[in-house]
C-alpha cells in the first residue's frame, strides 16, 4: 500500500488531531480498492436502508440525526429528501456537489480522493430513500485525481451491484454518472450547477421554484455536497444515536474544517460541531504571530476578532456573529495583516466571480470595491463608510443567490470590529497594520483593460 | 365647376390652421412629456411582418451601452437559448470586430484570436461525437481541446457549435467560465496564486518578487515570448500555499528564491527542446 501522503493530492494536509469520522479512511487505505473499503464497513449502510429501514424508515433515520446541509446553508437535509419525494414525475435525480465553489475549502476533495465509496453511499442512499432514479456526481474539473477515482468506485459500485440497474436484486435502480464541470465560485451554488449540468452558462435562476421541484432539465432534483452526503452515508452506517453523540443538540455531528492563513500548519481537521474557534486554530498548530482575526466561511463569511474565538463553530452563533460556515474555510490573520485590504481583496474576488446575471451584485460589488479603494488611498467621500453599509443592505435585500447576499459579509463585519483601521486609512492614509504599501505592486482589480470600458472603475468616464 | 387655384387656397388654408395650432412636438430632452403618475415604460423588440423578431441578438446594443445595463436572454430565430452578461467576462465583446462595430478603436492585443489559427477540425469533431455530442459534455470536450491546444481557439469553438448544434452563443458562454483559456498564453505559463489563503501565506511578495524577477506584471509576457505571467485565485492549494504553478504543475509552500529556480529551469529546458 502507498504512503498515505501518495494517496492524497499535496495540497490535502490532514492534521494529526480532530475527531476521525468521515476521515477514518481517507489517507489510511486504498481508496481504489472496493474489497478495503468494504472491510471497513462500506455499503453496509446502504445495506441497512434497502433492506431493513426502507425509504421512509431512511428518512426518518436522517430526521433523527438532525443532519444539517454542509454546503454552507445548514438546511435539515431529511426536509430535502420529503419534498423530493412527495414531487410529483416520473424523473427524479440526485447531485452531489463537488465543485469546489470555495478554493481555500478542500474537505470535499479530501473525501473524494481519500474515501470515494463514502460518498458515493450516501448518494445512492439519498436517491433510494428520496425516489430519485438518477445520480450524477458533479466534480470540478481541475480535480482530476478525485474525478478518476470516483469514476472507479462508481464502476466497481455497478459491477457489485451496489448501483446501476436492480441494486442489490431489489426493484430500485439507480445511474450514476460523474460529471466534470468549470469551477468558479459561482459553480457551487446548486441552482447554477444545475444550469452548468445542463450545458448551459452556470448562472443561478430565481428560487422558488426549488430545485426539488423544477431542478435539472425540469425534473425534481436534489443537490447536496459531498460532506453532507458523507454524513449520509455514517449515519447509516452507524446510526443517528451515534451520530449525535458528538456536536451540539441543534447540529449533531462533526465538520470537515479547511485552516489556513497564519497557523503553524495549514491543513484539513474534522471537528465536533460547536468546537470553539480558537480550538480549531489549536489543531493546526495555533496561529503564528499574535492573531487578530478569522475569517470563517470563506469569501461570504465574515471576521471575528481575537476576543471572539472562543465563539462555538455552528451555525446559528457565527450568523449571529455575521460569519457563517461556507464550505468549511477558516482563514487566520495575524497582527501584521491590514483588515481594510483583505475585506476588500475577499469583496474584489466576489466582484470578478460574479456571474453577472443579477445588477445588485454585478455593479453592487464593484461600487463597494471602489468606495475600499476610495479609502485605502486616503482619498475618501465623505459619505463612503455609510454607503459601504447601505448598498451591502440593499444587495442583501435585493439578492438573487447566497453569494450575493454573503459577499459583503467580510466587509460588514471587519468594518464592525476594526473600524479604527478603516479611519485610519480614510484619515490619514495610514495602516494600522503597517501592511499596506504606499505603492501597490499590482492592481488587484484588474484594470478593465480595453477601449470598451475606458478608463478603470473608479475614475470618471472620458 | 372648379375654380383654379383652388386647391392651393384649400392646402394653404390647412398651413395657416396648423401654424396657429398648439404644437404636439416635445422638445425632448428639454421638454419632458407629462405621464401619469404610476406610469412605467416597457421596452420591447420590434417584429417583422412575419411575427418574428428583428433582433438578431447581435449584442452591438450592449456592446456600446455605456454603464452595462443591457443584459440579454431569450431564444434566437432558430429557438436556441441565449446568454449575455458581464462584459468583462465575455471576450466576444473584447473581439475587435466587436470593437469595430461598436465604433471604438480595436484594442491591440498581443495575442489575440485568429481566424486562421490551425485547428484540427476533424479531431474536434471527433472528440464531439466520442462525448455523444450531448449539450452535458461541453466542458468535458473542452477540457480535451484545451488540453491539445493550451486554450481554446476560437475555430474549434465554432467547430464545436456547428457539431451540437449548439448556438454559438452558448458554447462561449459556458467556455467563459472557470478555467478555460480563450487565448494561447504565450511561451510558458507562470500562475501565481493570489487566493485568501496564499495571500497570507505569502503570495502577494511572491508575486511581486516573481514580477521584480521578469521584468513584467501579471498578464503580460517577457520580451523573447518566453514567458508569461499570470494571477489566478482558482489554484487551489491549500498546505501549498503560497503556490506557484508553471504551465500546469503547481509547486508549494515555494519562497521567492525557490520560484526564481523553478522559472529559470523551466525556461532552459523550453530553449532546450526548441533549440
Known amino acids: ?462 | 365647376m372648379r375654380i383654379p387655384g383652388s386647391g392651393i387656397a384649400k392646402g394653404l388654408a390647412v398651413t395657416w390652421r396648423a401654424l396657429f395650432s398648439p404644437k404636439e412636438t416635445l422638445q425632448y430632452p428639454d421638454e419632458r412629456p407629462q405621464m401619469a403618475e404610476r406610469w412605467r415604460g416597457r421596452l420591447d423588440l420590434i417584429y417583422d411582418p412575419f411575427g418574428e423578431h428583428k433582433c438578431e441578438v447581435c449584442f452591438q446594443c450592449a456592446q456600446v451601452c455605456p454603464v452595462e445595463a443591457i443584459d440579454m436572454s431569450g431564444f434566437d430565430s432558430q429557438g436556441n437559448r441565449i446568454r449575455y452578461g458581464l462584459p468583462e467576462i465575455y471576450d466576444e465583446r473584447k473581439d475587435p470586430n466587436a470593437f469595430r462595430r461598436a465604433g471604438l478603436a480595436a484594442r491591440p492585443m498581443r495575442n489575440a484570436a485568429r481566424w486562421d489559427e490551425a485547428v484540427d477540425e476533424p479531431w474536434v469533431r471527433g472528440v464531439v461525437d466520442g462525448f455523444g455530442g450531448r449539450a452535458e459534455a461541453l466542458v468535458a470536450i473542452f477540457g480535451a481541446v484545451q488540453e491539445r491546444y493550451g486554450y481554446l481557439p476560437e475555430r474549434a469553438l465554432r467547430v464545436i457549435s456547428d457539431r451540437m448544434v449548439i448556438h454559438w452563443a452558448q458554447v462561449f458562454g459556458a467556455a467563459g467560465l472557470g478555467g478555460f483559456r480563450l487565448l494561447p498564453a504565450e511561451g510558458h505559463l507562470v500562475t501565481v496564486c493570489t487566493c485568501a489563503a496564499c495571500r497570507l501565506a505569502g503570495g502577494t511578495d511572491l508575486l511581486a518578487a516573481v514580477s521584480a524577477d521578469l521584468g513584467i506584471g501579471p498578464g503580460e509576457a517577457t520580451p523573447d515570448g518566453a514567458l508569461s505571467l499570470e494571477t489566478s485565485e482558482e489554484v487551489g492549494a491549500g498546505a501549498m500555499a503560497p503556490a506557484l504553478r508553471i504551465d500546469t504543475l503547481v509547486y508549494g509552500p515555494v519562497t521567492a528564491e525557490q520560484a526564481r529556480h523553478l522559472i529559470d529551469q523551466r525556461r532552459r529546458a523550453g530553449a532546450r527542446a526548441r533549440g
Open chain 1, 1 to 462: 500500500m502507498a504512503e498515505p501522503t501518495a494517496i492524497l493530492s499535496p495540497q490535502i494536509r490532514l492534521l494529526p488531531g480532530g475527531e476521525r469520522r468521515l476521515l477514518a479512511g481517507v489517507g489510511t487505505r486504498d481508496p481504489e480498492s472496493l474489497p478495503a473499503a468494504r472491510r471497513a464497513g462500506a455499503y453496509k449502510g446502504l445495506t441497512r436502508a434497502i433492506n431493513r429501514l426502507g425509504p421512509d424508515g431512511t428518512i426518518a433515520e436522517i430526521e433523527g440525526a438532525r443532519l444539517r446541509g454542509r454546503g454552507g446553508g445548514g438546511f435539515p437535509t431529511a426536509v430535502k429528501w420529503h419534498d423530493l419525494r412527495a414531487a410529483p414525475g416520473e424523473r427524479k435525480i440526485v447531485v452531489a456537489n463537488l465543485m469546489g465553489a470555495d478554493v481555500t475549502a478542500l474537505g470535499d476533495r479530501a473525501l473524494a480522493e481519500g474515501d470515494p465509496h463514502l460518498v458515493l453511499e450516501g448518494l445512492l442512499v439519498a436517491a433510494f430513500a428520496a425516489g430519485a432514479s438518477e445520480a450524477i456526481l458533479a466534480v470540478r474539473r481541475d480535480w482530476t485525481v478525485a474525478i478518476a477515482r470516483l469514476r472507479a468506485a462508481v464502476a466497481d459500485a455497478e459491477k457489485a451491484r451496489f448501483a446501476g440497474y436492480l441494486v442489490m436484486g431489489t426493484d430500485v435502480s439507480v445511474s450514476v454518472s460523474v460529471w466534470e464541470g468549470s469551477g468558479a465560485l459561482v459553480a457551487g451554488e446548486e441552482t447554477a450547477l444545475l444550469a452548468a449540468l445542463a450545458g448551459d452558462r452556470g448562472m443561478p435562476v430565481i428560487r422558488p421554484p426549488y430545485p426539488t421541484e423544477r431542478g435539472l432539465n425540469g425534473a425534481p432534483t436534489l443537490v447536496h455536497n459531498a460532506e453532507t452526503l458523507a454524513h449520509v452515508a455514517w449515519i447509516l452506517r452507524h446510526t443517528a444515536t451515534e451520530f449525535r453523540k458528538l456536536g451540539t443538540p441543534v447540529t449533531p455531528g462533526t465538520r470537515l474544517v479547511s485552516i489556513s492563513g497564519h497557523v503553524a500548519t495549514p491543513g484539513l481537521a474534522e471537528v465536533a460541531m460547536g468546537t470553539p474557534i480558537a480550538a480549531i486554530i489549536g489543531l493546526a498548530g495555533g496561529g503564528s504571530g499574535t492573531t487578530k482575526a478569522a475569517f470563517v466561511g470563506g469569501p461570504g463569511g465574515g471576521a471575528l476578532s481575537a476576543a471572539e474565538l472562543s465563539t462555538p463553530y455552528d451555525y446559528e452563533p457565527l450568523h449571529a456573529a455575521g460569519a457563517g460556515l461556507g464550505m468549511g474555510a477558516l482563514l487566520v490573520a495575524n497582527t501584521e495583516t491590514c483588515m481594510v485590504d483583505t475585506a476588500r481583496f475577499l469583496l474584489d474576488y466576489s466582484a470578478r466571480e460574479a456571474c453577472g446575471k443579477a445588477v445588485p451584485c454585478r455593479i453592487g460589488t464593484r461600487r463597494l470595491v471602489e468606495a475600499l479603494d476610495r479609502i485605502l488611498a486616503a482619498t475618501p467621500r465623505p459619505d463612503d463608510l455609510v454607503l459601504l453599509r447601505a448598498l451591502s443592505r440593499k444587495m442583501a435585500d435585493t439578492a438573487l443567490c447566497k453569494l450575493e447576499a454573503r459577499a459583503p459579509a467580510p466587509m460588514l463585519t471587519t468594518l464592525d470590529r476594526f473600524d479604527d483601521e478603516y479611519r485610519a486609512h480614510a484619515e490619514r492614509g495610514e495602516c494600522l497594520a503597517g501592511a499596506c504599501r504606499t505603492e501597490r505592486v499590482a492592481p488587484l482589480l484588474a484594470p478593465l483593460a480595453d477601449g470598451l470600458a475606458g478608463a478603470p472603475l473608479g475614475s470618471a468616464r472620458p
